[in-house]
């Protein structure tokens, strides 16, 4: 099974923002991204679900043989929508490769994004296991993410950032 980068990580993260990403009861970083994005450094802190019941879009979905392995980052100290970015890898059991994979910066929230093209492939996965709490992933980033103005806009190859990075976490097991 294959899921569009239009619809699935978009819906996510859009239900996120329903959901009030921006309230935090405690947060535990579970994660990491270290990236450079158009020459400017950046950092990320990927969250473990809180008290609330709050999830922060890392995790570990198991659909028969492939696995999503979903790691949204913030910025430091900061639960919002704005300055996040978003990987989303579908990888077969007992391989490293992907099936298919995504990246979204979403430097202003959701009116302007910055997100990988279909078919360039930016994330190379080093380590990736499941544990019975859900799994843990690591890995590099390398490529280009180009402007997407609106949702229901195609991403546009004439107007891209490049990013290099590192990203390693802890994946919680969705809950169902």
Same mark, same amino acid.
């Given at each position: 099974?294959?899921?569009?980068?239009?619809?699935?990580?978009?819906?996510?993260?859009?239900?996120?923002?329903?959901?009030?990403?921006?309230?935090?009861?405690?947060?535990?970083?579970?994660?990491?991204?270290?990236?450079?994005?158009?020459?400017?450094?950046?950092? #990320?802190?990927?969250?473990?679900?809180?008290?609330?019941?709050?999830?922060?879009?890392?995790?570990?979905?198991?659909?028969?043989?492939?696995?999503?392995? &979903?790691?949204?980052? #913030?910025?430091?100290?900061?639960?919002?929508?704005?300055?996040?970015?978003?990987?989303?890898?579908?990888?077969? &059991?007992?391989?490293?490769?992907?099936?298919?994979?995504?990246?979204?910066?979403?430097?202003?929230?959701?009116?302007?994004?910055?997100? &990988?093209?279909?078919?360039?492939?930016?994330?190379?996965?080093?380590? #990736?296991?499941?544990?019975?709490?859900?799994?843990?992933?690591?890995?590099?980033?390398?490529?280009?993410? =180009?402007?997407?103005?609106?949702?229901?806009?195609?991403?546009?190859?004439?107007? =891209?950032?490049?990013?290099?990075?590192? #990203?390693?976490?802890?994946?919680?097991?969705?809950?169902?």
């Amino acid at each position: 099974m294959r899921y569009t980068r239009n619809g699935v990580i978009v819906v996510a993260i859009a239900a996120g923002l329903a959901l009030g990403l921006t309230k935090v009861v405690a947060q535990e970083t579970i994660g990491e991204i270290v990236a450079t994005i158009d020459g400017d450094p950046f950092e #990320f802190h990927a969250l473990a679900p809180d008290a609330s019941g709050a999830e922060y879009n890392t995790s570990l979905q198991v659909f028969g043989p492939m696995q999503i392995v &979903s790691v949204m980052g #913030f910025p430091p100290g900061r639960v919002t929508m704005r300055g996040t970015i978003q990987l989303t890898i579908t990888i077969p &059991s007992g391989s490293l490769e992907s099936y298919d994979q995504e990246v979204i910066y979403a430097p202003n929230g959701m009116s302007i994004m910055w997100v &990988s093209l279909d078919g360039e492939d930016l994330i190379t996965v080093e380590h #990736f296991e499941t544990t019975a709490a859900g799994g843990e992933v690591s890995g590099k980033l390398s490529g280009r993410v =180009c402007l997407k103005e609106s949702l229901f806009t195609e991403p546009d190859p004439d107007r =891209c950032k490049t990013i290099e990075g590192t #990203f390693s976490a802890r994946l919680p097991a969705a809950q169902s």
